[in-house]
Structure formats: C-alpha cells, structure tokens
C-alpha cells in the first residue's frame, strides 16, 4: 500500500503555487496533486483529489482561507481533511480564527523549504505543526479576545492531567514536558491523549485553543 502523502497547494499567487508544487514533487513521499488559487475551488478540489493535506493559504479570492479551512476541517465536518495554513512574514491576524476553524497547524511563507516538507509530514501523520515561541505569540496575542467557554468540562481532567495541558499551551513539546514533570515521554503521550479524549479534542493544536478559552494559561 503506498505511503504517498496526497497535497493540495492552495494559494492565489501562482509562483507560489508553482514553488510550492516543484518542492513538494521533489519528495519521494509526498505529491503533489493538484493546486487551486481561490478558497472554493480549495474545497472542492480537496474532496474531488482526496488530499491528505491542504497546504492553505489564508487571504484568496471567492472564499478565504479560514472559510475553506472550516468546511475542510471544521466542527461537524464529516471527513475532515488535514489543512496546513501558510501565512506572510508576521503572524496574520486570521491565522487564530484559522486555528479554531480546524487547521492542524501553520507555517510562515518564508519558512525554508525544509520546514514546508516537515510541516506537510508532520501534519499528515495526524501531529498538530505549532512552533512554541509562535504558539505563545500568536495565542497570547488574541487570547484577550477570546470568549470564554461555558461550563467547566476540564473538571474531568485530574490534577496532572491538567498540569500537562497547561503545559501543551505553553507551546511546550513531549520531551520538553517529559523533563519538567520528570516522567518518561510516553508517559506524556499517555497524558496527551487522555486529555484529548476527555475534552472531545482532535489534536494539541485544539488543546492549546481550549487552555486560553478556558482560561486555564493567560
């Protein structure tokens, strides 16, 4: 059965599409299916081609990319589609919305290719692509916008538990968490995943979303 990860480049600038493409097909792992320059052709085509992974890019034409992103991979959707979102050189303002909308992730435009290939491997093998220090950044910056959720789910979460996601919103990384709690990694994985099971979360990407909802990291 072949392991090729199906990508969808999705952006309204054709060099970049092409660039994108060119580096992608180069991968022994990775194809590139096929492109789309506004954010509804993004989701059809992303059904049609049956990607694996959208690379997305935030502001296109007819239906922009957090709009593309939700019918993708939103709440509800049926068979969510993994989306990686690309955005310029500082963090956009939309990327947040994105996030919350289902992206498993977000690279900047300038990222070397090496990042681009990683970001596409890493999103694709269901992991969510949040750099720390950009995790703090970006949710830090818009957390004060955020409306806090209703009731208090997290209840359900044992103290420990809750100490992890505490420290998945800080941007921190398995090992990273594995050296602070002084545990193994695994254990973490084991954490990680209880977490997400009992919050009803798709990937730490969410977690981090949820922790600043909550209220739980400010």
Known sequence: MSTTVRVLVCDDQALIRTGFTTIID?????EAVGEAGDGRTAVD???EL???????????PVLDGI???RLLAGAGVADPVKVLVVTTFN??????????????GFLLKDAPPAQLLHGIRTVASGAALLAPEVTRQLVGRYAARIRPAEGAPEDALTPR??????LIADGRSNSEIA????ISQETVKTYVLRILTKLDLRDRVQ???YAYRRGLVV
């Open 207 to 209: 977690a981090v979303v």
């Open 50 to 60: 049956r990607a694996d992974v959208v690379v997305m890019d935030v502001r296109m």
């Open 179 to 182: 050296a602070t709690l002084v």
């Open 67 to 69: 709009e593309a992103t």
């Open 45 to 47: 085509l992303a059904r």
């Open 91 to 104: 963090l956009d303002e939309y990327v947040y919305e994105a996030l919350r909308s289902g992206a498993s």
């Open 26 to 30: 180069a991968q022994p792992d990775l």
């Open 161 to 166: 538990e809750l100490e992890v996601l505490r």
